[in-house]
């Protein structure tokens, strides 16, 4: 299953995606509140998370995402142009945030752990903010943890095996402090986005 999830075809893993963010719409009830992004209550995402801290080694859990709001992204420190520009757009909606993001829980989760050692993920997550903490873990942690949000990762190879590329779900996924998923938004929302719906 690993082998087939690194080395599917670009044009099978866009579909594969598609599938699945499709599959979490609609799972809202009624009299939820109105988010800008996919309304997912009841979709029960996220409840396999185990990573580590990057900055500490400690154990990540879902039992982590209670007590506050938490926002999930999985990218990595290579990443060209999606992770550095959705993870600044999270910064910026954590600073509009003020006091109130000390209530925030923010993690990247890496979706590279070959190359983002926990040294290089810890620094990538303060260029941005401080309330921005990444996530490791082997690799069989990250299929577990990506599994449990359907999201999905592809190791691209090049000719130089050392300058590979990921392809990755690349979406917000936000929680309650009860630790129930309750949100998805693209990479691509506004700060303003993000700060509504957090």
């Known amino acids: 299953m690993k082998l087939f999830i690194r080395y599917l075809p670009r044009f099978l893993f866009v579909t594969i995606l598609s599938v699945a963010t499709l599959g979490l719409v609609g799972c809202g009830e009624e009299d939820q509140p109105d988010f800008i992004g996919t309304n997912i209550t009841g979709s029960k995402l996220g409840q396999d998370l185990a990573m580590q801290d990057s900055a500490t080694g400690e154990l990540i859990t879902a039992s982590d995402l209670k007590g506050k709001v938490s926002v999930v992204f999985f990218g990595y420190t290579q990443c060209p ?8 757009q999270l910064a910026g ?10 209530e925030v829980n923010a993690w990247l989760i890496s979706v590279d752990p070959e190359r983002d050692t926990p040294e290089i993920l810890t620094e990538y997550a303060k260029v941005f903010s401080p309330h921005i ?26 000719p130089t095996p050392q300058h590979y590329s990921m392809d ?28 509504h719906d957090i």
């Not at 142009?81 to 600044?88: A, Q």
């Not at 909606?93 to 000390?102: E, F, R, S, T, V």
Request: proline fraction near 4%.
């Open 93 to 102: 909606a954590l600073d509009q945030l003020g006091d109130q993001a000390d």
């Open 168 to 195: 990755h779900s690349a979406s917000f996924y936000v929680f309650d402090r009860d630790g129930e998923a309750r949100v998805l938004l693209n990479n691509d929302a506004t700060p303003d986005e993000l700060q």
């Open 81 to 88: 142009d999606i992770c550095p520009t959705s993870l600044s």
């Open 133 to 158: 903490r990444a996530l490791t873990g082997s690799p069989e942690q990250l299929q577990q943890t990506a599994q449990s949000f359907k999201a999905v990762y592809i190791k691209t190879l090049s």
